[in-house]
T-cell receptor, first 114, second 114 residues
Framework: DAMVIQNPRYQVTQFGKPVTLSCSQT?????MYWYQQKSSQAPKLLFH???????NEADTPDNFQSRRPNTSFCFLDIRSPGLGDAAMYLC?????????????FGSGTQLSVL | GESVGLHLPTLSVQEGDNSIINCAYS??????FIWYKQESGKGPQFIID?????DKRQGQRVTVLLNKTVKHLSLQIAATQPGDSAVYFC?????????????FGSGTRLSIRP
């Protein structure tokens, strides 16, 4: 089945140690998003790619970077994780070849920072 | 700026009764609204959407109502079942073209009493 896959499901890293989260999709959607969701809060958009065009949210810290080497894959890099970066990270895709296409989410990666 | 808020953080409903989850928004330029359901440990799942040229849309057991005059959105779930237990987020589309994005509200936790 076509889907959005995030790996790993759980990730533990050390304070200050770079970490990369992965997302792949078989939907062939041209837009990919990264959201951060902390406990009992709404998902917060960090950035998204519209094809190869990168759109960063104004309040996303520089510590968070992203790469999209091709249509299917997108990575979230946290250069120096802090304790406050512990959260669920959600990848989502949409096909914006027509307006207002809904998002398809992966199951998320739960990041712990020790 | 864009913002989406919910009136109640938690809602407890008797099994079989109807549930109504409310949402207020501030961006009058938004023309696309979505409800998502998020079960524990999973990514948000699309439930139903509505465009601003409509005031009501029905799905299977769910109805979304949109009142643009007062900037209010609601989700009605008929004959609530135990499987409906989850956090429900309203969301809206903000921005245009390649910069358009989905902004989430703070969520309502729906619990079902047997």
């Amino acid at each position: 089945d076509a889907m959005v896959i995030q790996n790993p499901r759980y990730q533990v890293t050390q304070f200050g140690k770079p970490v990369t989260l992965s997302c792949s999709q078989t939907l062939n959607h041209n837009v990919m998003y990264w959201y951060q969701q902390k406990s009992s809060q709404a998902p917060k958009l960090l950035f998204h790619y519209y094809d190869k065009d990168f759109n960063n949210e104004a309040d996303t810290p520089d510590n968070f970077q992203s790469r999209r080497p091709n249509t299917s894959f997108c990575f979230l890099d946290i250069r120096s994780p802090g304790l406050g970066d512990a959260a669920m990270y959600l990848c989502a895709t949409s096909a914006q070849d027509s307006p207002n296409e809904k998002l398809f989410f992966g199951s998320g990666t739960q990041l712990s920072v020790l | 700026g864009e913002s989406v808020g919910l009136h109640l953080p938690t809602l407890s409903v008797q099994e079989g009764d109807n549930s109504i989850i409310n949402c207020a928004y501030s961006n009058s330029a938004s023309d696309y609204f979505i409800w998502y359901k998020q079960e524990s440990g999973k990514g948000p799942q699309f439930i139903i959407d509505i465009r601003s040229n409509m005031d009501k849309r029905q799905g299977q057991r769910v109805t979304v109502l949109l009142n643009k005059t007062v900037k209010h959105l609601s989700l009605q779930i008929a004959a609530t079942q135990p499987g409906d237990s989850a956090v429900y987020f309203c969301a809206l589309e903000a921005g245009y073209s390649s910069a358009s994005k989905i902004i989430f509200g703070s969520g309502t936790r729906l619990s079902i009493r047997p």
